[in-house]
């Protein structure tokens, strides 16, 4: 066996070890070096827990393997299980999947840092090419970069001048990427992420009538792709409604009788955060219809004068309280019918 061959056998070795050794250990263990060496002889892999120095880890500079990610040992040799906040958890990630070729390394994120590494004595350390931490130094667009190498085009194809891009939010805004979860990707907790900075959403989430997003079966990213698109306010879709009929196919028709402000925009009616009108209404009927339809019952013209009041030749009188109360208690196919007897929307 050359020594080539042997190298790569003996990473590929470690990876199944050190994959092994993650499952076999307790949640919330350190990783590193003295962990990775306990999980090859947990994994009963005694035979290569000697490492021939730098055969692993092709790039480190004096001798050391790499921990969690291919060629880390650069950045290991001091960023170790000692390291806070903890970074060797990347290795529980998407983002460690050694064995993946497309895997990224440290580098591939924080820029290859010659200076950082050359350090040596007490002082501070210059700073890598790129840090990602709170107050960091490094220009958003610079940060974006590094992400954007990998994940440029299928969801984030319009990511360049869409509103957070304009508004220089960083991936790492909202992706965290060496905690083992990343809270964004999650419908139970991607919530919190957003509203960090969208305040007006987080109030209305505590409305009486919401979309079940606090409950986690909903997430902001169903109706929303944060990394841009082509419809208003990064809306999935195109328009409002094609956002809105993923999930109320119902809504859409077509419809024998349609009703034309359903059919132009849900949100002329409904908000879809949250509000204190149930179900999701920006003002309480009757005085919603009466907005529009203000003409009288017998008028023959819906969008004409004084609706509300007198309803003389209607067919069917409604009394004084239902009127009051809700049209709805006679026009209850207020998104359309399909009913050939339906044009009132009454069926
Ligand atoms: C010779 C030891 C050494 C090596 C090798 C090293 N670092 Fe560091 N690094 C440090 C020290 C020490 C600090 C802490 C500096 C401080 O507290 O301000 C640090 C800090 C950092 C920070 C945080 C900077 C900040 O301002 O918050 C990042 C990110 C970082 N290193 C990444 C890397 C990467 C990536 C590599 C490999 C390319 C690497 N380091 C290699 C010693 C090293
Ligand atoms: C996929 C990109 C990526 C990779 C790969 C990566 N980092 Fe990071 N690193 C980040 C981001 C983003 C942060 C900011 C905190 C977070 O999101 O977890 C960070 C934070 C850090 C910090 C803490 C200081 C700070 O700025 O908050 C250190 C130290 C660090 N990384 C070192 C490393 C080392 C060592 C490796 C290799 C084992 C590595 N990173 C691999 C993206 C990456
Ligand atoms: C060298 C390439 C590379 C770089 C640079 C990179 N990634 Fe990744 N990323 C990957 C790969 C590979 C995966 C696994 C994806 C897959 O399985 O399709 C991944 C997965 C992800 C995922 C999905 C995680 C999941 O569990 O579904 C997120 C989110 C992500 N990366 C964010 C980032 C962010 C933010 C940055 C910059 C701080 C970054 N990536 C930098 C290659 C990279
Ligand atoms: C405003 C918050 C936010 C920002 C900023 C953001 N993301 Fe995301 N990202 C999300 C959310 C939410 C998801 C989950 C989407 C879903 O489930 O449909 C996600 C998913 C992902 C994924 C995994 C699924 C996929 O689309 O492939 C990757 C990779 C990713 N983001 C990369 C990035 C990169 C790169 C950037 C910076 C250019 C970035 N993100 C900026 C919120 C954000
Ligand atoms: C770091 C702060 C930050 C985070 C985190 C963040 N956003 Fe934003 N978001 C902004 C800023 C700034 C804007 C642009 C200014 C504005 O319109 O409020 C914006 C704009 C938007 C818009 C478009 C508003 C418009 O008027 O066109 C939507 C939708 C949105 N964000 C959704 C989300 C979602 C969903 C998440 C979580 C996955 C999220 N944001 C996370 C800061 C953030
Ligand atoms: C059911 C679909 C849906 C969900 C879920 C949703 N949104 Fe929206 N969001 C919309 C629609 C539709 C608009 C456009 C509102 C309008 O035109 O009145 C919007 C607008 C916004 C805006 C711009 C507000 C403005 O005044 O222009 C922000 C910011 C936003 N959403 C953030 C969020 C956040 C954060 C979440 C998760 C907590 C979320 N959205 C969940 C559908 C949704
Ligand atoms: C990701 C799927 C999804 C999308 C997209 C979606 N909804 Fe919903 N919607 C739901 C779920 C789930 C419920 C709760 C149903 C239940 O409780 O039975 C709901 C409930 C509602 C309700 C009734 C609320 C109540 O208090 O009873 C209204 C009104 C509503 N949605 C309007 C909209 C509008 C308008 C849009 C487009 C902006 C939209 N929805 C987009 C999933 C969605
Ligand atoms: C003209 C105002 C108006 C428009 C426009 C409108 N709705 Fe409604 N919607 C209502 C009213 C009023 C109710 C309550 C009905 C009731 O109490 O009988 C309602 C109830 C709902 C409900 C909960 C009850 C049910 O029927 O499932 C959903 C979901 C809903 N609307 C979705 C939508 C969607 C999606 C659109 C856009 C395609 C839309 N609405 C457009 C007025 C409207
Ligand atoms: C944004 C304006 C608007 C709102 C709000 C509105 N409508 Fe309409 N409505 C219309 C228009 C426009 C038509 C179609 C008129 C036409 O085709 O001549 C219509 C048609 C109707 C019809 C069928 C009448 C016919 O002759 O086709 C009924 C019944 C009706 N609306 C009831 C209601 C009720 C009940 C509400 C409140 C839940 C309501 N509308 C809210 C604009 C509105
Ligand atoms: C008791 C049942 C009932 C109630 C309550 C009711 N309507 Fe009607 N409405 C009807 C019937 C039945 C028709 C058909 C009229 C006809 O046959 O000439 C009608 C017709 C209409 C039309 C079609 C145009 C017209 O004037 O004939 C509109 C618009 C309308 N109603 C709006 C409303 C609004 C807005 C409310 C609430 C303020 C409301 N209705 C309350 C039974 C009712």
Avoid at 89 to 115: L, M, Y
Avoid at 124 to 141: M, S
Avoid at 259 to 281: A, K, Y
Avoid at 284 to 308: I, K, L, W, Y
């Amino acid at each position: 066996m050359n020594s080539k061959i042997k190298a790569v056998t003996l990473s590929a070795l470690v990876a199944v070890c050190m994959i092994a050794g993650n499952v076999l250990a307790a949640e919330g263990r350190d990783m590193g070096k003295a962990i990775a060496k306990m999980y090859l002889s947990e994994a009963g892999a005694t035979e290569i827990q000697v490492q021939p120095a730098g055969e692993v880890g092709a790039e480190a500079p004096s001798g050391n393997k790499d921990i969690v990610l291919k060629g880390d040992a650069k950045c290991t040799a001091c960023h170790d299980e000692a390291d806070s906040p903890k970074v060797l958890s990347i290795g529980k990630t998407s983002h460690g999947v050694k064995g993946d070729a497309r895997t990224p390394t440290c580098t591939s994120c924080h820029g290859e840092s010659d200076a950082h590494i050359a350090y040596k004595g007490s002082a501070k350390p210059p700073k890598p090419d790129r840090v990602f931490g709170k107050n960091t130094a490094t220009p958003v667009a610079e940060r974006n970069r590094a992400c954007l190498t990998c994940h440029k085009g299928t969801a984030r194809t319009h990511w360049e001048g869409s509103q957070h891009q304009n508004a220089q939010v960083a991936c790492s805004d909202c992706h965290t990427t060496h905690a083992p979860a990343d809270k964004v990707l999650n419908k139970k907790t991607q919530r919190e992420v957003c509203f960090a900075c969208h305040k007006e959403q987080r109030a209305d989430e505590h409305k009486i009538s919401t979309h079940p997003i606090d409950a986690g079966k909903v997430a902001c990213s169903d109706c929303h792709n944060p990394h841009g698109s082509t419809g208003p306010k990064l809306l999935k879709k195109n328009t409002v409604n094609e956002t809105c009929f993923l999930c109320h196919a119902e809504k859409r028709g077509p419809f024998l009788w349609a009703h034309q402000p359903v059919v132009e925009e849900c949100t002329i009616c409904h908000t879809p955060h949250g509000s204190n009108i149930t179900p999701l209404l920006k003002t309480r009927p009757p005085f919603m219809c009466q907005e529009c339809h203000d003409g009288s019952h017998s008028s023959g013209t819906p969008v004409g004068p004084n609706a509300a009041g007198i309803q003389a030749g209607l067919t069917v009188a409604p009394n004084r309280n239902n009127v009051g109360g809700s049209c709805m208690n006679c026009h209850r196919q207020i998104h359309g019918s399909n009913s050939p007897a339906g044009g009132f929307l009454q069926r």
